[in-house]
């Protein structure tokens, strides 16, 4: 019998400070579409699914709201709750398809506290998204700040199924979905929950320089330029948006659901983060640095 996990990365909610802002990066930079708007809650898509990300307006702590993940069977979802309950994990279950346009939900927080929905089947839409200049994939990954990123990798392993891709010493953690994407989440040693930044996967470098092109024209900041992660293999650049850092990226190693492999423990030093930097002089990653700082916090 197959041992239920988590099949991929489903969409990302996050609680924002200006909501007519955001709106407007995820549509006119990202280019994601709006698929719905209800209230204070804006629902945005790149593809057939409902959404790809959710923005929730609040007066209070903007961060992350909720990361969606899908499972691929309504059987599948029933075991890995059951399995959560059997560990003591404090669950939610219900119908989420009037309020949150997935036929099935289960809710949980993570070791460190970051909210987590496993679902079955979100809402497919009728119609594909309008045409765009940048064509994405796929919200590929996030990256979640973590107290403890070995406790971290064992929920996640243990619980959800997924897969230990690479770890960087002991202050990242790399880990895969069924879809095989080398990480669908990264475990980041920073000692508090929180979202550290999201993934969109263009097809090519064509579409990854005309994102950084529309990026450029708004005058958006690159955080962290044109690179080439060594743990992945996967080309792109950083760019803060107003509600976390977004990362466009395409060519990551994926791997197959039966694929016999060996997760590396690489170095945490520059090349690491970018094989362009090699021989260029040793020195923490960026990407480390910026993990420490605060990350965008949970609600």
């Known amino acids: 019998m197959t041992t239920a996990r988590a099949d991929r990365l489903g969409y990302v909610a996050m609680k924002v400070e200006d909501l007519d802002r955001s709106v407007d990066f995820w549509t ?5 579409e709006v698929s719905d708007r209800e209230g204070d809650r804006v629902y945005l898509r790149g593809g057939m699914q409902h959404h790809w990300i959710v923005l929730e307006a609040t007066d209070g702590e903007p961060g992350l709201a909720r990361l969606g993940v899908e499972v691929a069977s309504r059987d599948e979802l029933d075991a890995i709750e059951r399995r959560l309950a059997d560990a003591g994990v404090a669950v939610e279950s219900g119908d989420g398809l009037a309020s949150d346009y997935v036929d099935r939900f289960v809710r949980f927080d993570d070791p460190a506290g970051n909210p987590i929905e496993l679902y079955h089947d979100m809402v497919t839409m009728a119609v594909p998204p309008k045409p765009v200049n940048v064509e994405l994939w796929d919200v590929q990954h996030v990256v979640l700040g973590q107290t403890d990123v070995k406790a971290a990798e064992e929920f996640y392993a243990g619980l959800l199924g997924m897969r230990v891709s690479d770890r960087m010493g002991r202050r990242v953690t790399f880990m895969h979905f069924r879809n095989g994407w080398h990480h669908g989440i990264g475990l980041g ?3 508090r929950a929180g979202l550290n930044h999201i993934c969109f996967q263009p097809p090519d470098l ?3 320089m005309r994102a950084r092109a ?6 958006i900041p690159i955080t962290r330029d ?5 743990p992945s293999g996967s080309v792109g650049f950083y760019c803060q948006g107003p509600d976390t850092v977004v990362e466009f990226s395409f060519g ?10 060996k997760p590396r423990l690489l170095p945490t030093d520059r090349a690491t983060g970018d094989v362009y930097q090699a021989g260029l002089g040793d020195g923490e990653l960026d990407i480390l640095r910026q993990l420490e700082r605060q990350p965008t916090a949970a609600g």
């Open 28 to 32: 006119n930079v990202v280019q994601l």
């Open 189 to 191: 040693a920073t000692g």
């Open 206 to 208: 064509d579409n990854t």
């Open 214 to 219: 529309r990026v450029r024209h708004a005058k």
């Open 226 to 230: 044109l690179l080439k992660h060594g």
């Open 252 to 261: 990551a190693r994926r791997f197959g659901e039966d694929e016999a492999f």
